[in-house]
């Protein structure tokens, strides 16, 4: 069936009159400042008498006049002004829905947020709020200014007031009226220490974190997550428009076009050829090459690409005492499959063609499940293991989920980790009461099974596929992070560098400050690579997007290297809580496109849809998951670099092909390894008492 899709932009019409502002250079109130990035000529010439080189920023008051003030009339067509328009446009809607009585705030990306409180949901702890946010743009998609309507989930607000709450160490943001603040923000202003001042603590809500609802016995529901995301999305969106952006009120500021999201235009949507995605996994008993699209349902009946070089393999299990009964039945499952029929998994070694077994002589069993590690580094000393010719694995069976409330149970896994890579072994958690629930309902256990083989094969060294399609000589380096909530500060890890078939080489990890060693880190990883072999082009995806300054010892490095090849920056974001997304409305009501999908959303930057639904759905099931499309923006320091109109569909088809190569699960992810990989390692690694060893910085220990 021919897709049909819509975004969540809404297009309203140009001014028939452009406003007219005032201006003063001083900040009085109800002002909002204009930052010298906006100073246009007809600013500059109302100020005729102040030199505005050296001066940051002026004040508007909008439309509000000023006696004996300067105005200027917006020219829309002036780049700097039409900018002052997004600026007055934002303040319209900010006031529109202060006016209404709603918490309006900023989102993580500075665009306006607006919560809409529940009917239901709410219980006698907290209120519950829907956020919506709004994207203001000028003609990206369509010849109109664009408002971009996004569902950001929801917050809970405690119906305890902070007066009332005697642990403040764990109050973090809270409502106060219409605005939201951080309860722990550094009072390092007049401007902070005067609102903070302000506050009155029976009138300041908490927004609901887990360590406060626990120390406040709130009861903690299990999050439930949409069957299609797409779904609630899309309802959501429409019943928030129809009910506050379709009025006439609304209209005033925002005159639509229609009282309708707007389609996708034809001209801008593509697809990237599903066959280029084609996974190449073992070869059969007459040599036969095998190849396949989706592994979940290859891996029932095709051997891995590759199997660990170290052909003697063994595993033991780290755990605790009363856990030790519980260790055989799981082996058993794991060893020879958990169904009768085994008709998904037959066993770890069918399922990744490998040889296993145990080494009894190396099972750890600890008595303190809060503080097992002396015990573990205890045993662990007196034990000999031959890494010469035997590659060993360790099951940690965990007595805590990743969700445990105490932040030192959660570490333990860690350092187990962390002590284990030390002695050259990979580790495996297993959640024990997980496992066990998991073990009486054997249907789903055989999935998480599979996974874990999945994810043993590939830190063992395996292949478990590659890349089918490889005709191209690129390198391509990810660069990922992962932000430290406890900490408030972000890791990075980098240069992590693969070879254009998909397969990796490896990486690194850095501190967020650390710019000079992650561009040498990537320059290593650039010389390395063109030093045994030619390289048409060198691809970064980052994270963000890349700064001049995080580009710059880059580009000197390629330049000493003297490589006059092109090079490719590509920033990959996710699209799970933000900005403009896309849904097909003809099928059956999911309304996922396809994957492979890529609509141009502005110059050089474009949604792609990666996912495990192919243009004839034969092979989609609902288990597959509904993920949103990340968002791509391309760039070059290269003056020459798009030239050839090929180039962007090759960059696009490689993060497509890269989301492929996950191994540790069987479930299509929307966000290329690239990304992943790294976000992984900089969440663990930075964690490690002794970083990452050498000899581990080409493994996949972190799966």
Known sequence: MQEHLKTNILNFKWPNSAPTIYLTLEDMEGSHPIHKSKFSRQIKEVFPDTDLSNTDQIFTTFTTEIPDAPSIKLNLVDGRELRIYKQF????????????????????????????????????????YYKFSFKIQFAKLTDLPELIVSYDGTSKVLTTSVKDIEDSELIKRCV????????????????????????????????????????????????????????????????????????????????????????????????????????????????????HLVPKLAMNNLNPYKRPNNQNIKFFFVYHTSHKEAIKTFYNNLKTGVTADKKYF??????????????????????????????????????????????????????FDKYTPNPEDREIYIQIKELFLNEGIVTQVVDYEKMVVNIENQYNFQFSLQNMALAIHAKLGGAPWKLAVTDKKELVIGVGAFTNQGENRRYIASAFSFQNNGLFRKFEYFDQSETDLLAGSICKAIRDFTSVAEADKVV?????????????????????????????????NKTEAEDIIAYDLNWNKKLMPVSGTYIRISENQ???????????????????????????????????????????????????????????????????????????????????????????KDALWFL
């Open 89 to 128: 446009l934002k303040h319209q809607l900010r006031s529109y829905f202060k006016s209404k009585d709603y918490i309006v705030v900023k989102n993580f990306v500075g665009d306006v947020q607006v919560w809409m409180p529940s009917k239901k949901g709410n219980t006698a702890d907290y209120n519950l």
């Open 176 to 291: 106060y009226g219409q605005k939201t603040f951080n309860y722990q923000m550094d009072l390092d202003t007049e401007e902070k220490q005067e609102f903070h001042n302000a506050i009155q603590f029976d009138q300041a809500f908490p927004i609901f974190n887990l360590p406060l609802a626990r120390a406040l016995n709130i009861p903690i529901e299990e999050p439930v997550r949409p069957a299609n995301k797409y779904q609630k999305y899309v309802a959501l969106i429409n019943n928030f428009a129809t009910n506050y952006l379709f009025t006439e009120d609304f209209k005033t500021i925002f005159p639509f076009k229609t009282d309708a999201f707007i389609d996708v235009p034809l001209n801008r949507i593509n697809h990237i050829d599903p066959q280029v995605g084609l996974l190449e996994f073992g070869k059969d008993q007459y040599g036969n090459k095998k190849t």
């Open 346 to 399: 037959k066993g770890i070694e069918a399922y990744v063609n490998i040889k296993a077994s145990t080494s009894k002589e190396h099972f750890i069993e600890f008595t303190n499940e809060n503080n097992p590690i002396p015990e573990i580094v205890e045993k662990l000393e007196s034990l000999t293991f031959d890494h010469d010719n035997i590659k060993y694995a360790a099951f940690y069976l965990s007595p």
């Open 540 to 572: 970064i995806h980052f994270y963000k997007e890349m700064s001049y300054e995080e580009l710059k010892p880059i580009i000197r490095g390629m330049h000493t290297l003297g490589l006059k090849i092109p090079l490719y920056i590509l920033n990959i």
């Open 606 to 696: 474009f949604l792609l849809f990666n996912n495990a639904r192919y243009p004839s759905d034969r092979f989609y099931s609902d288990t597959d998951g509904y993920p949103f499309p990340i968002k791509i923006k391309i760039s070059s320091p290269d003056e020459d670099a798009f030239e050839d109109a090929d180039v962007v569909l090759e960059l696009l088809t490689q993060v497509y092909q890269f989301s492929r190569l996950y191994w540790k699960s069987l479930r299509q992810q929307n966000v290329p390894i690239t990304i992943k990989y790294p976000e992984m390692v900089a969440q663990i690694a930075p964690r490690f008492n002794n970083g990452v060893p050498d000899d581990a």
